[in-house]
């Protein structure tokens, strides 16, 4: 935990956003606060992304143009 009033600047998150198959986005962000407000997602629902609990972004997922968000750790990623 941070303290309060300061802002996280240490890159964490890798987001990255697909539509049909075509990398649109992939950034760095330091929190998922701030990928929140890159996207307009709300903050519950990234939260629930990361974690895999979301159902509701696979429902239409076999729609041709349907975004695919994928956000993971940049160590994840690294040492992949």
């Known amino acids: 935990m941070g303290r309060a009033g300061k802002k996280n ?3 964490k998150y890798l987001c990255c ?3 049909a198959g075509e990398e649109i986005h992939n950034k760095q962000y330091a929190s998922l606060i701030q990928i929140g ?4 997602i709300p903050y519950h629902t990234l939260t629930d ?3 895999g609990r979301r159902s509701s ?3 239409y997922q076999n729609m041709k143009f349907f975004p695919t968000v994928k956000i993971s750790l940049i160590n994840e ?3 992949a």
């Open 9 to 11: 600047i240490t890159l």
């Open 37 to 40: 407000q890159d996207l307009n």
């Open 17 to 19: 956003v697909e539509v």
């Open 77 to 79: 990623v690294d040492n």
């Open 49 to 51: 992304v990361y974690e």
């Open 57 to 59: 972004f696979t429902k």
